[in-house]
């Protein structure tokens, strides 16, 4: 059964970067699709990025030329480079498999000045 545990988040100024970073567990990690997710105070979570076994990518247009997806199969892990950041990108930060597993506990981004 595939783990996730997410890290990275933190407080930054507008316009300032953050990498998460999302360590999994399972054998079959390569396989499988990456998504990360935000889910802002008061609204539903959203998918911000995927990332395919086959390393395509996908992204939300309110993030697109600014956030990077990123995968190192030999270490399990997935990453998001956070750049030019908003306000409106706070949000609590998660990442999952397709098809989706039990949920980290997620890592605060808190864009503010």
């Given at each position: ?8 988040g933190g407080?930054?100024q ?12 399972g ?11 935000r889910?802002?105070p ?12 086959d ?21 399990k ?11 409106e ?10 098809p ?14």
């Amino acid at each position: 059964q595939v783990q996730l545990v997410e890290s990275g988040g933190g407080l930054v100024q507008p316009g300032g970067s953050l990498r998460l970073s999302c360590a999994a567990s399972g054998s079959i990690f390569s396989l499988r699709a990456m998504v990360w997710y935000r889910q802002a105070p008061g609204k539903q979570r959203e998918s911000v990025a995927r990332i395919g076994s086959d390393l395509s990518t996908n992204y939300a247009d309110s993030v697109k030329g600014r956030f990077t997806i990123s995968r190192d199969n030999a270490k399990k892990t997935v990453y998001l480079q956070m750049n030019s950041l908003k306000p409106e990108d706070t949000a609590v930060y998660y990442c999952n498999v397709v098809p989706l597993v039990n949920w980290g506990q997620g890592t605060q981004v808190t864009v503010s000045s």
